[in-house]
């Protein structure tokens, strides 16, 4: 990897992340087919430059635990950001005429959003308990499921962003509900070991 012998660091990579993906969001809420198409470009480069950082720290061995979260915690937030942003560039007519009801889309980009950001903390909490073992996503010929945001501008570009955000929505608390029964059998799984080292201790 290129940057290995250089004063790069995985942090450095993460942030580049950041920021690129809190320039995503903002496009995505200015609305409108051209700044979404360019909220969703700029996310998917996110998406790209969030594959790096972990590569680049697997390569040159500068791993951490704070670098680890710091990274989960800038997921997280993009995530949010693309869901809170999307909502809030578009119109409610755009959404009432899919589902027929005045809901407000950034109501909805915000249920997507606190949804992600509860399957990121549970996340990072089962792995805490668990090791990374216990929060290893599903993958298909290699792609993980996080990967769907490659996507993002074929739904931008189709106009497919009301129902992609329905979707969201929908499907985001219904995945935090799955994570959030996992965690409790984790915790279940975890405990008797727990008391079982303090008693050993003791």
Same mark, same amino acid.
């Given at each position: 990897?290129? @940057?290995?012998?250089?004063? +790069?660091?995985?942090?450095?990579?993460?942030?580049?992340?950041?920021?690129?993906?809190?320039?995503?969001?903002?496009a995505?809420?200015r /609305?409108?087919?051209?700044?979404t198409? +360019?909220?969703?470009?700029?996310?998917?480069?996110s998406?790209?430059?969030?594959?790096?950082? /972990?590569?680049?720290?697997?390569?040159?061995?500068?791993?951490?635990? %704070?670098?680890h979260?710091?990274?989960?915690?800038?997921?997280?937030?993009?995530?949010?950001?693309?869901?809170? #942003?999307?909502? &809030?560039?578009m119109t409610?007519?755009q959404? #009432?005429?899919?589902?027929?009801?005045?809901?407000?889309?950034? @109501?909805?980009?915000?249920i997507?959003?606190?949804?992600?950001?509860?399957?990121f903390?549970?996340?990072?909490?089962?792995?805490?308990?668990? /090791?990374?073992?216990g929060?290893?996503?599903?993958?298909?010929?290699?792609?993980?499921?996080?990967?769907? @945001?490659?996507?993002?501008?074929? +739904?931008?570009?189709? /106009? #497919?962003?009301?129902?992609?955000?329905?979707a969201a929505? %929908?499907?985001?608390?219904?995945?935090?509900? &799955?994570? +959030?029964?996992?965690?409790?059998?984790?915790?279940?799984?975890?405990?008797?070991?727990?008391?079982?080292s303090?008693?050993l201790?003791?």
């Amino acid at each position: 990897m290129p @940057l290995v012998d250089t004063p +790069v660091t995985p942090n450095h990579l993460t942030t580049v992340r950041l920021l690129i993906g809190l320039a995503g969001g903002l496009a995505l809420a200015r /609305g409108g087919f051209a700044w979404t198409n +360019v909220g969703a470009f700029l996310i998917v480069l996110s998406n790209f430059v969030d594959h790096t950082d /972990g590569e680049l720290a697997r390569v040159s061995g500068k791993t951490s635990r %704070i670098g680890h979260f710091y990274d989960l915690a800038c997921d997280a937030l993009v995530t949010v950001l693309l869901f809170g #942003g999307m909502g &809030y560039g578009m119109t409610s007519a755009q959404v #009432g005429n899919l589902i027929g009801l005045a809901v407000p889309p950034f @109501l909805l980009g915000t249920i997507a959003g606190i949804a992600v950001a509860l399957i990121f903390f549970l996340r990072m909490r089962i792995e805490e308990m668990a /090791g990374k073992t216990g929060t290893k996503q599903a993958s298909v010929g290699g792609f993980e499921t996080e990967d769907v @945001l490659y996507l993002l501008p074929l +739904v931008t570009l189709t /106009g #497919g962003v009301a129902p992609f955000l329905v979707a969201a929505s %929908i499907g985001a608390p219904l995945f935090a509900a &799955y994570v +959030v029964i996992d965690y409790r059998r984790v915790v279940r799984r975890t405990r008797p070991a727990q008391k079982d080292s303090q008693a050993l201790v003791s």
